[in-house]
Each structure stands twice: as structure tokens, then as C-alpha cells.
């Protein structure tokens, strides 16, 4: 078949620094994060080696940590022929520093960075404002889009090199905004729906013979599809990848009990959230499989806000739209606690986590008297969730009207938040919110990137919308506290600038 997406860029780059702490080693700093590997030129003699070790951090001692956080262990040995060799790598690595170490005699005459990523063209998205935390946050996010989007979008460049479900929702919202165009996007749709022939349900890891099933992600793949829809109108699109969201709520359906709600959901792991110690002390026991009977929040707030979604795909393709409002009523009968205004974590519990509201009021399941409630609710918890989940709260504040919640959150200098990742050196986002809030955590994780949609469409407030003339709407919500601030982003075959100047009011230009 025609190859759906664009080559990858693959070029070389001089290293920000190298430097010769002896006469037999050479350390590289390629300045940030970058996906690649070393391209290298030295002579010798036949069997002389090189070892060459790369890693994404130092060490407390200055030295390259190659046994990486993340759980590769970038270790190579180069033996060389006689006279000048040349070392092109085989495969890539997520790194930004390296050690070269070499046998006496040996001469390394020349050190290239070879860096590869999907095409970027960095001049069509661009912000600047007085808020230096913002800019840095956005570049961050940017550059971790740009290299964590290789073939198809990876969880990460390290260790799983996988396109993971969940995480492409996130990357996917950012990808296209960056770049203006949606050919990767779908050649990530028809990934995961052609995974139907092994499970109506979807697998959560496309392309790849990674055989793993996450409920949460199959359950997002709707989102996907309603994003293409959202910056392109193509309706033969949507109707043509309709039938697979069908058979993903036919498929869930099985678990469904008299009230339409998921009970035990056992072949798919239930995620929540990850890693572990970030679920909030959610309230059901989340064994894989799941081994107690009984229903649960999170996995009925992503079924219903399936059902939801698919609905409207069904209005949008005139098709007769399913009822989603009676699961919606079930949903609320069973998770809301009406004297807290809270909803609870499974059917016998009491207790509340941020998981069980942040779904609840991103898919619009809450009362509408009781919004503002579960809002306060998740304004005074912060992100004690994953990084994943931030995209889903910060979007359901913004939803509830909460925008100036939203900026503080995403400006935030706790130890949960992309200051935190900056304060610990990042020139890309972790994977959590710090190095040591998981046990392997890497630090190129496109699932973070939520800030770049979140700052286009809530804060700057361009909304793709193909029902309006121009295919978007703009109600900006930059707060007072940011003087100046200036945002490019690119819209079909032009270019958006929205600006704002001390002291007037924001303005949108085409260009």
C-alpha cells in the first residue's frame, strides 16, 4: 500500500559540546534531549576498540549514566578495521549525553549527533509571552513531540518504542497543532482499528506484536477519531472508522449489567492510572485481571463518554443516534454522593479520587448543579494523578469555565507540574511529573504534552469547530497576569496569530 505519511527527517547535527577529559575519552552533550544516535569517524588498528555509552542523565559524579532510569542500558563496543572507520548507527536511542572510550592509539577524528523524527517545521507553531515558565513549558513540550513522533507516535524513544493507545490521544492533539496537517494521525486511527481483528475490543499497543489490552485506552479510541474529525470536517473519514467504534461498545457491552453499567471488566487491564502510587488511593482493587466482581468509576466514566462520543459521531453522519443520557442517570445512581457533591470510586465506597471526578466532568456526566461542586473538588487536589490524566483535568476545568485554574495548574511550581520537570533539567517531558515519581521513569514522554493544546485552545482559545465558516472559533482567555503574549499556530493553508499587548485586549490575525 502507498505509504500514508511523510519519510522521516534523518540528519546530522554538531553535539553542543564535546570535550577530551583524557587523551582516550571523549564526552558529547548533545544540549537536550534528542532521539538518534552517534554518527563517528576513527581510525585505528584492526580489533582496537571503542566503547560507547549514551544515557539521557548524569550522574551525581558527572558521569554518563548509561543503565538508565528507564530500564535500557546503552552499552556498545565498536571494534575497528585498519586505517579510518566510520560508524553509522543501526537503530535510535533517546539520549543527550555520551562517552566515548578508546583503546591507547586510537583517534577519533570526527562526532556527529544523527538525529531522526517526523517533519517539524518549528516556525509554523511558536509562543512568546513575559511569562518565562510558560515559554519554556511549551518549547519543552514541543521538542518532546518532535522527537517522541517517529514512525508512529511513541509512549517513548527508549523503551518500548510503541505506539500506545492512550498516550497517542495526547500526542496526536499536539502533533496537529504543531503541524497543521493529520496524516499521521491517521495512519494511527486505522492502526488500532485494524487490531480489531485480533479483539473488537482494540489492543493497546499498534503497529507491533506487543499483545496488550488496556480497557481505559480502548475505550479513548473514539477521541482519536472525533480529532480528525474536529480539524478536518471530513465526514467519509468518520463514517468510513465508525463500524470499529461500534463493535468497541459492542464489545464492552458484555460486561454491561441491567443498568448498562461495567461490571468486572476481566480481560483487559484496568488502568486508572499509572504509575501506581499516583492513583489518588482510588478505591477498587485493580488486579490484573480484574478478580472481584463489582463496578467501579473510572471504567464506567470512559464507557459512558464513549457511548457519548460515538453518539454524536452518529448525529454528525445522520445516522439514528443511541441514547446515552439513561447510562449517564446510571452512572450518577451509582458513583454520586449527593452530601459530599463528589462522585466516589466504586459502588460500595465512600472515598473520592481525582480519577473518579476528572472523567466524570470531561465527558459531562455531572449534574449541572453540582459542575461547580466537582470542580472546587479537583481545583483543591491538583495533579495528584499521572501526568497522563492532566490533559482530561485540565480540559474538564476548562469546560467548567475554570480557565484561570487552568493556567495556575499548567504554571504550577509544585512537585507536580512541568516546572518541576524543568527545575530537574528537562528539555523534554517525563514521563511523571519527576525523576523519582516512578521507579523507571523516562524522560521523553509525549504523553505530557498537554499544555500545547491546553494553551492553543483554552488559554489563546482557537477551537477547531467544522460547523463554523472558518472551521474554528476563538474566545481567548488569557489571563490579566500575562502582559504579552504572542501565538502562531498553523490553520489548513494559512497561518493564526493571536496577540495580546500590555495593557489591550487580545486580537486574532490570519495570515
Given amino acids: 500500500m502507498p505509504q500514508p505519511t511523510k519519510q522521516l527527517l534523518v540528519y546530522q547535527k554538531r553535539p553542543a559540546l564535546v570535550k577530551q577529559p583524557t587523551e582516550n575519552t571523549w564526552f558529547i552533550d548533545a544540549g537536550e534531549e534528542v532521539t538518534g544516535g552517534l554518527y563517528l569517524r576513527a581510525e585505528?588498528?584492526?580489533?582496537?576498540?571503542?566503547r560507547i555509552l549514551c544515557g539521557e542523565e548524569l550522574t551525581e559524579e558527572g558521569k554518563v549514566r548509561y543503565d538508565m532510569?528507564?530500564?535500557?542500558?546503552?552499552?556498545?563496543?565498536?571494534?575497528?578495521?585498519?586505517?579510518?572507520?566510520?560508524?553509522?548507527?543501526?537503530?535510535?536511542k533517546g539520549f543527550r549525553y555520551a562517552l566515548l572510550e578508546a583503546e591507547k592509539g586510537v583517534i577519533v577524528k570526527e562526532i556527529q549527533l544523527s538525529l531522526r523524527h517526523y517533519p517539524l517545521n518549528e516556525s509554523l507553531c511558536m509562543l512568546k509571552t513575559d511569562n518565562i515558565w510558560l515559554n519554556r513549558i511549551f518549547l519543552m513540550c514541543k521538542n518532546t513531540v518532535k522527537y517522541g513522533t517517529q514512525e508512529a507516535y511513541l509512549d517513548c524513544p527508549t523503551r518500548e518504542k510503541g505506539q500506545y493507545l492512550g498516550d497517542a490521544v495526547i500526542t496526536a492533539r499536539s502533533q496537529v497543532w504543531l503541524t497543521g496537517s493529520t496524516e499521521m494521525l491517521r495512519k494511527c486511527i486505522d492502526q488500532f482499528s485494524q487490531t480489531s481483528a485480533v479483539c473488537s475490543g482494540l489492543l493497546a499497543v499498534a503497529p507491533g506484536s506487543t499483545m496488550q489490552e488496556i480497557a481505559d485506552f480502548s475505550l479513548l479510541w473514539p477521541e482519536l477519531l472525533m480529532t480528525?474529525?474536529?480539524?478536518?470536517?471530513?465526514?467519509?473519514f468518520l463514517a468510513k472508522y465508525y463500524p470499529v467504534a461500534e463493535k468497541i461498545l459492542n464489545y464492552f457491552s458484555k460486561y454491561a449489567g441491567k443498568n448498562g453499567l461495567l461490571n468486572q471488566v476481566a480481560e483487559k487491564w484496568n488502568l486508572v492510572d499509572w504509575p501506581e502510587n499516583l492513583r489518588d488511593n482510588y478505591d477498587f482493587s485493580l488486579t490484573r485481571p480484574i478478580v472481584n466482581s463489582g463496578y467501579h468509576n473510572v471504567i464506567n466514566a470512559l464507557y459512558a463518554g464513549a457511548v457519548k462520543t460515538v453518539s454524536?459521531?452518529?448525529?454528525?453522519?445522520?445516522?439514528?443516534?443511541?441514547?446515552?443520557?439513561?447510562?449517564?442517570?446510571?452512572?450518577?445512581?451509582?458513583?454520586?454522593?449527593?452530601?459530599?457533591?463528589?462522585?466516589?470510586?466504586s459502588e460500595k465506597s465512600c472515598h473520592a479520587s481525582v480519577h473518579s471526578n476528572i472523567y466524570a466532568l470531561y465527558f459531562g456526566l455531572v449534574p449541572e448543579k453540582h459542575v461547580e461542586t466537582v470542580a472546587d473538588f479537583l481545583v483543591k487536589k491538583g495533579f495528584c494523578c499521572g501526568v497522563m490524566l492532566s490533559y482530561?483535568?485540565?480540559?474538564?476545568?476548562?469546560?467548567?469555565?475554570?480557565?484561570?485554574?487552568v493556567y495556575q495548574l499548567v504554571v504550577n511550581q509544585s512537585e507536580h507540574g512541568w516546572v518541576n520537570m524543568l527545575r530537574e533539567n528537562a528539555t523534554t517531558?517525563?514521563?511523571?511529573?519527576?525523576?523519582?515519581?516512578?521507579?523507571?521513569?523516562?524522560?521523553?514522554?509525549?504523553?505530557?504534552?498537554?499544555?500545547?493544546?491546553?494553551?492553543?485552545?483554552?488559554?489563546a482559545g482557537i477551537k477547531p469547530e467544522p460547523k463554523m465558516p472558518q472551521g474554528y472559533q476563538w474566545t481567548p482567555h488569557i489571563p490579566e497576569s500575562i502582559k504579552t503574549f504572542e501565538l502562531k499556530v498553523p490553520w489548513k493553508n494559512k497561518e493564526l496569530l493571536i496577540?495580546?499587548?500590555?495593557?489591550q485586549k487580545p486580537e486574532l490575525v490570519n495570515m
Avoid at 480528525?228 to 467519509?236: E, I, N, P
Fill in 69 to 92: 532510569r528507564c530500564g535500557c542500558k546503552y552499552e556498545e563496543i565498536w571494534t575497528l578495521a585498519d586505517g579510518e572507520c566510520e560508524l553509522e548507527p543501526f537503530d535510535y
Fill in 499 to 503: 496577540r495580546k499587548a500590555k495593557g
Fill in 44 to 50: 585505528g588498528k584492526a580489533g582496537q576498540k571503542i
Fill in 312 to 345: 454524536y459521531i452518529e448525529e454528525i453522519l445522520g445516522y439514528p443516534a443511541r441514547n446515552w443520557t439513561e447510562l449517564r442517570d446510571a452512572y450518577c445512581k451509582m458513583f454520586f454522593r449527593e452530601k459530599a457533591g463528589v462522585f466516589a470510586d
Fill in 429 to 459: 517531558c517525563f514521563e511523571a511529573w519527576g525523576k523519582e515519581q516512578k521507579w523507571n521513569t523516562s524522560l521523553c514522554h509525549p504523553w505530557a504534552t498537554a499544555p500545547i493544546s491546553i494553551i492553543i485552545e483554552q488559554i
Fill in 228 to 236: 480528525d474529525y474536529l480539524f478536518t470536517g471530513d465526514k467519509k
Fill in 392 to 405: 482530561y483535568m485540565l480540559n474538564a476545568l476548562a469546560q467548567a469555565g475554570r480557565y484561570r485554574e
